[in-house]
């Protein structure tokens, strides 16, 4: 079988959109599967609907990367974006032909290449992920390092080139998953043109002719396809090898904070594309935070307590998935600042999102280390709904039970691994969470449910508080664990309805 190449797919005749020659616009920290599902596929659906005429340079920011299958395949690569739309079962396949080459430029060629790219008249973009890890300050770094291990640094570099090349400044997306990640990486920026006493006119270029912009992406990448007979069912269907198949799902967004001049500089609105540029990240953090994040920590637990194994097989259970959508539309979404209709969109196809029928995402992987998730989750979603009604949400306050009783399900063990419990149905499972947390669940194995509450509210150094100031929480936290232990999780989800 022919690898893929555009030579392989004109002689299939293939006629998807491709975008064989343009010019290259984006230099790319990071070559992985999230960045080619999301970042890449946002630029080539650009050429083909906005007519943006660009291409991506990908860049390895580690020594080991994927430079050599990208360059073999031409850039080219196969993404699947699967799952569910209003409802709708969607299996979409597209080539992506946004990416021109990847560079490693731990090689002496290829970091010429690079830094060759940095004073090209066509480059306008840099986008990067370089994980949580990837923008750091390396004091170790030095400015005639070829290349220097942190990301920051190169991109010192690269911008130090640009800089004295009398080129005009960049647009830098940053899509790390920490807060601030564009704000971060200029500060670190900054602490290279100190520490290699780099002139105060480059400072200038960089703080006034480069736009730093910190971005939110929310796209879930699942990447490889795992099964070796589905992938080998999809080269068959494809009659090609793709050594980098990437497969991520439908729903994407991108908000970008910037100033408002980028949103029609990008070409993203004139595709019809889910990147808004936005002058503060921060409410739309708070919203997947308190959406997304918050109804997988408010309704995993005591799903998993009453037999659910998998997210896709609670949205086919009518009180799991009505006890998560009553939590989102009527607690937390009353809370956020953002407009209302933009937030029941955005909650709704939360459902959509967690019934995929391409992804088995297992409860007890989104169970690991719930005390901080909680904390961060769903916590303040409770509390800001108390403070605006005066009244406690029905179905936080039963959340925070049923993470409660996960923890403390007829508690078997302590082990190196983790705390042993046992579901009702008898088969035990390990909760995963900080040691100091998992002692204080084995210490309380024992409690009777108010003495076991009341300890949990109290522990500060769980929640930075103690939560028994607020009005009515411990009683009804100790009812719902009552419920939750005497007719069991799902029963009580349902008298939350």
Not at 207 to 220: A, K, N, P
Not at 297 to 312: C, E, K, N, S
Not at 329 to 352: C, G, M
Not at 355 to 384: C, G, Y
């Amino acid at each position: 079988m022919e690898t893929l190449s555009y030579k392989t797919l004109e002689a299939q005749g293939y006629s998807g959109y491709l975008l064989r020659d343009a010019p290259e616009k984006v230099l790319q920290f990071g070559e992985g599967n999230f960045l080619r599902a999301f970042v890449d596929y946002w630029f080539d659906v650009s050429n083909e609907k906005a007519g943006w005429n660009g291409k991506c340079v990908l860049v390895q920011p580690i020594p080991q990367g994927l430079a050599s299958p990208i360059n073999r395949q031409e850039g080219l690569y196969t993404l699947y974006l699967r799952g569910r739309q209003n409802g709708n079962k969607v299996d979409r396949k597209r080539v992506i032909s946004s990416v021109s080459r990847c560079l490693n430029p731990y090689e002496a060629e290829d970091y010429a290449a690079m830094m060759a790219l940095a004073v090209s008249d066509d480059l306008e973009y840099v986008v990067s992920n370089t994980t949580e890890a990837g923008i750091v300050y390396d004091p170790a770094c030095k400015p005639d390092d070829a290349p220097p291990a942190s990301f920051p640094a190169k991109l010192t570099q690269v911008l130090y080139a640009r800089w004295k090349a009398g080129r005009p400044g960049l647009v830098i997306l940053s899509c790390e998953l920490i807060d601030n990640n564009g704000r971060e990486l200029l500060r670190c920026v900054n602490r290279y043109i100190d520490q290699w006493a780099l002139e105060p006119e480059f400072r200038t270029w960089v703080m006034g002719e480069c736009t730093f912009c910190s971005t939110l992406v929310d796209r879930i990448v699942p990447g490889r396809v795992k099964d070796p007979i589905e992938a080998a069912a999809m080269e068959a269907a494809n009659g090609y090898r793709d050594d980098l198949i990437d497969v991520g799902e439908i729903f994407g967004v991108w908000n970008i904070e910037g100033p408002a001049w980028l949103e029609e500089k990008l070409p993203f609105k004139r595709a019809g594309l889910n990147c808004p540029v936005v002058p503060d990240v921060t409410p739309y953090k708070k919203r997947k935070v308190r959406i997304l994040n918050g109804a997988h920590t408010g309704f995993v637990l005591g799903a998993y307590l009453a037999g659910f194994d998998i997210v896709r097989d609670c949205m086919g259970d009518d009180t799991v998935r009505g006890f998560m959508n009553r939590m989102l539309h009527e607690e937390v979404i009353p809370t956020l600042p953002l407009d209302r209709q933009d937030l029941e969109a955005f909650a709704s196809a939360v459902q959509d999102r967690f019934n995929n029928p391409f992804v088995d995402h297992e409860l007890m992987s989104i169970s690991l280390n719930s005390t901080s998730k909680w904390r961060a989750r769903n916590l303040p979603s409770l509390q800001e709904y108390v403070e605006q009604t005066g009244a406690l949400p029905a179905c936080l306050a039963m959340s925070f039970a049923a993470y409660v009783a996960f923890y403390s399900n007829d508690v078997q063990r302590l082990t190196d691994a983790g705390l042993v419990c046992r579901r009702p149905k008898g088969d035990e499972y390990t909760c995963s969470d900080d040691r100091w947390v998992l002692e204080f669940y084995w210490a309380h194995r024992g409690d009777r449910p108010e003495d076991l509450i009341h300890a949990v509210m109290t522990n500060e150094r769980m929640w930075v508080q103690n939560l028994t100031a607020v009005p009515g929480f411990e009683a009804a936290a100790v009812a719902d664990l009552k419920l939750i232990r005497e007719q069991g999780a799902l029963a009580a989800y349902a008298a939350c309805l």
